[in-house]
């Protein structure tokens, strides 16, 4: 199933967006609001410390890596999807 930034929004979810680049999986930090967020994850818009528990996947090699990596134990608090088209 997959998810638009809409729903996340909705849901003031706060996410990453993951993209494959070949073998690496590249995940740029974003608030519920779609602003791009520095390394102390505070947006400047929303006023808030946003908590990036979900990896929003633009990709299907996306996916499949950040799949892999929720199975790790250091990521298994991470939900994923697919970006909904």
């Given at each position: 199933m997959a998810i638009t930034l809409s729903q996340l929004r909705d849901r003031?979810?706060?996410y990453f967006l993951a993209r494959s680049e070949g073998e690496e999986l590249q995940?740029?930090?974003r608030?519920?609001?779609g602003k791009t967020l520095e390394q102390d994850y505070f947006c400047?818009?929303?006023n808030h410390k946003c908590q990036v528990t979900f990896i929003l996947c633009a990709d299907p090699g996306a996916?499949?890596?950040?799949?892999?990596l929720a199975g790790s134990p250091d990521?298994?608090?991470f939900e994923v999807d697919?970006?909904?088209t």
């Open positions: 003031k979810r706060d995940m740029e930090p608030c519920y609001c400047t818009d929303c996916l499949a890596l950040a799949k892999k990521f298994h608090k697919a970006l909904a």
